[in-house]
T-cell receptor, first 114, second 111 residues
Framework: QKEVEQDPGPLSVPEGAIVSLNCTYS??????FMWYRQYSRKGPELLMY????GNKEDGRFTAQVDKSSKYISLFIRDSQPSDSATYLC??????????????FGQGTILTVHP | SAVISQKPSRDICQRGTSLTIQCQVD?????MFWYRQQPGQSLTLIAT?????????ESGFVIDKFPISRPNLTFSTLTVSNMSPEDSSIYLC????????FGPGTRLTVL
């Protein structure tokens, strides 16, 4: 079993839709949770970075963490064609020898069509 | 967040040769990370490089195959040695934790 599971999609939605992206994880030691956006032929770009359970909002993006269920989500409101990219969840076990190591999900390919 | 550049951006290499990838950061950072992203796959950590100490390699990666240098707080290199077609990947460096920055990646094709 992978430490982080993410549905690879692909996911295709019309412009203006609300997009929900999800990851589950098995390692209780994960303490920090990130969402990255990766455009084709580019490096990943950090979108959201959360620590505690609950919601964090940044513009059209909302990150949600439920540590009790080991489940994280990213919601994109009013999706735009420019949101078309691969979205990767990533997690950090901040303790011990794994400090700083990012463990990634497989990535979800999102296409927003006009 | 830190701005990271990588050289080369892409290369096509012959089987059995080696390629050294450079990573330059615009600020001093303690930890640098090297990742591999194989075609259609997510990112996998190769090793963590701290200035002044040996790199720490993840399971499945060894120093003889992926030697790393970290001569100062703004620079690191990763060498892919004795390459085979299975080494065809995108190689990315990152700084962290939590700083979120990745380099643009080096796209390597091994023939």
């Amino acid at each position: 079993q992978k430490e982080v599971e993410q549905d690879p999609g692909p996911l295709s939605v019309p412009e203006g839709a609300i997009v929900s992206l999800n990851c589950t994880y098995s390692n209780s030691a994960f303490q920090y949770f990130m969402w990255y956006r990766q455009y084709s032929r580019k490096g990943p770009e950090l979108l959201m970075y959360t620590y505690s359970s609950g919601n964090k909002e940044d513009g059209r993006f909302t990150a949600q963490v439920d540590k009790s269920s080991k489940y994280i989500s990213l919601f994109i409101r009013d999706s735009q064609p420019s949101d078309s990219a691969t979205y990767l969840c990533a997690m950090i076990d901040a303790g011990g020898t794994s400090y700083g190591k990012l463990t990634f999900g497989q990535g979800t390919i999102l296409t927003v069509h006009p | 967040s830190a701005v990271i550049s990588q050289k080369p951006s892409r290369d096509i290499c012959q089987r059995g040769t080696s390629l050294t990838i450079q990573c330059q950061v615009d600020s001093q950072v303690t930890m640098m990370f090297w990742y591999r992203q194989q075609p259609g796959q997510s990112l996998t950590l190769i090793a963590t490089a701290n200035q002044g100490s040996e790199a720490t390699y993840e399971s499945g990666f060894v120093i003889d195959k992926f030697p790393i240098s970290r001569p100062n707080l703004t620079f690191s290199t990763l060498t892919v040695s004795n390459m085979s077609p299975e080494d065809s990947s995108i190689y990315l460096c990152s700084v962290g934790p939590g700083q979120g920055s990745f380099g643009p990646g080096t796209r390597l094709t091994v023939l």
